[in-house]
């Protein structure tokens, strides 16, 4: 079939017909449908004799205005027959049929010349849902394969993807279309379809990740009338990921979702959106997987920072609460995040902070593991940070005074010693006086620690003399 490809004029538009008290042979059962609408006449001719046939229909702008609605419901109804694609020869020219009538839908609705009705609509969305609603193919882990790294795993690429690319193009077009009513599109993209849009972002294909994406996001800005049901339904899927099984495969795309509507969110913040960055943002750093949606998060954070910030002591409280042990990679990670929020702190919120804070930085500067030590030590490069670190250094430098005095007596690598020498050389310049104190009480430290360091090992020498006459002794009475 041949294609067209030139915008239709505002003639040859699709017209509503006039309802007829005919009954129509398809049946329709949706709970929004208005009360008392009868159907029109609709003949199912394209339901095929034969199982797997599907008969070919004219171009819509090559029929007469008073049949496009019949023929419009038609080619709706072809596109709901399903196709096995594991097999790509089975039902070929079927399929190809399927897909040139969807992309011919597609221009249709992006047009803006397609003035569908509420019935229209309905058996759209309807024949959409068939197409995108169904079990998604089972994760890798689910099939018994343990222990392997999803980062390295090869990317799911759904065999059906060049019908299922048009389906979801078309319910862009839809959303986005100026010649959208909402107030009939509510009725069928209701919270029961943004529920079963929400399950789709678990694909392990990341192509229609992002066509959902974009699709909730449009369905977010246009119908405010679901924007509290969205949110929470985001909120639900986080906690469930969060506690129950840690693994999702579009915490990453819901997340750039919400960074765009936290970007949008109005002064003074409202305690809903507070709450939910207590309770489901900032335990998002908890997960071993946060590698895969860390930047996207790290976004989200710093937007309520950089909105609000007095929350700046609450974010970095709960960062520090889900600080990584061992993960050093998950470490360098969150000392990003943590300079990216210090830089919309300020310095009545830095100073609520700053000694849990700097403990854990004096920790991560004597981490074995260069990457961790290094990324620390890169703070110093950031003017706001050493700002906020010069007004409060009576409290910051005796924290972590020992830990650069540890890294350049004894650290293994190299750049990680030059590094903690440049930042003590920055202490001194900014006070003298507090360097010198911190270095003295540092020797009386370490001087004390010897001495201890040696009575324990006089002590020891003490116990093994103790030990070895009591052996003596006894092997004298068994003589």
């Not at 702008?61 to 020869?89: A, E, G, W, Y």
């Not at 070929?92 to 609705?109: C, F, N, P, S, Y």
């Not at 972590?400 to 890294?407: C, G, H, Q, S, T």
């Amino acid at each position: 079939m041949k294609r067209g490809h030139r915008k239709p004029s505002k003639s040859e538009a699709i017209e509503p017909p006039i309802p007829t008290s005919s009954a129509s042979n398809v049946t329709v059962n949706h709970a929004s449908r208005l009360a008392g609408a009868t159907p029109l006449p609709v003949t199912l001719a394209t339901v095929p004799p034969h199982p797997g046939t599907v008969e070919v229909l004219p171009m819509l702008r090559d029929v007469p205005l008073s049949d496009r609605h019949n023929l419009f419901i038609r080619k709706l109804q072809i596109c709901c027959f399903l196709f096995d694609f594991s097999d790509t020869m089975k039902s070929a020219r079927e399929k190809e049929i399927k897909r040139q009538t969807l992309a011919e839908l597609v221009d249709l609705v992006q047009s803006g010349s397609c003035k569908m009705n509420e019935i229209m609509q309905e058996e759209l969305i309807k024949m959409i849902s068939v197409n995108i609603f169904r079990c998604l193919p089972p994760a890798p882990h689910e099939n018994g394969s343990e222990g392997g790294d999803p980062e390295e795993d090869e990317m799911f690429m759904d065999p059906s993807w060049h019908h299922l690319q048009l389906v979801y193009e078309l319910l862009l077009k839809y959303v986005v279309s100026s010649e959208t009513d909402t107030k009939i599109a509510k009725k069928y993209l209701d919270h029961s379809f943004v529920l079963k849009l929400l399950d789709l972002f678990d694909s392990e294909d990341m192509r229609e990740r992002e066509y959902l994406k974009t699709i909730l996001h449009r369905i977010y800005g246009r119908f405010m009338v679901h924007r509290p049901f969205i949110r929470n339904a985001i909120n639900n899927i986080f906690y469930r990921f969060i506690f129950e099984t840690e693994r999702y495969n579009g915490i990453g795309e819901l997340l750039e979702i919400l960074g765009s509507i936290i970007n949008g969110f109005a002064l003074p913040m409202k305690e809903e959106h507070k709450l939910f960055l207590v309770r489901a943002l900032i335990p998002l750093h908890k997960p071993k997987c946060i590698s895969s949606y860390h930047q996207q998060l790290s976004y989200c954070i710093t937007q309520f920072v950089e909105k609000d910030y007095r929350l700046a002591d609450t974010v970095i409280r709960g960062v520090l609460k889900y600080w990584p042990v061992t993960n050093c990679g998950k470490e360098v990670l969150f000392l990003g995040e943590l300079e990216e929020i210090l830089e919309f702190t300020q310095s009545a919120e830095f100073q609520r902070c700053m000694v849990p804070l700097f403990r854990q930085i004096g920790r991560s500067l004597n981490s074995s593991h260069f990457q961790v030590a290094e990324r620390a030590l890169f703070w110093w490069n950031n003017e706001h940070i050493v700002g906020l670190i010069a007004e409060n250094r009576h409290v910051i430098l005796p924290i972590i005074f020992d830990a650069l005095e540890k890294n350049i007596r004894g650290h293994w690598n190299q750049a990680i010693v030059g590094l903690s020498s440049s930042v003590r050389r920055m202490f001194l310049e900014m006070d003298t006086e507090l360097f010198e104190e911190c270095q003295r009480q540092y020797e009386e430290r370490q001087a004390r620690a010897g001495e201890m360091e040696e009575q324990r090992e006089l002590n020891w020498k003490r116990l093994e003399e103790v030990a070895a006459q009591v052996t003596n002794g006894d092997e004298m009475v068994s003589v």
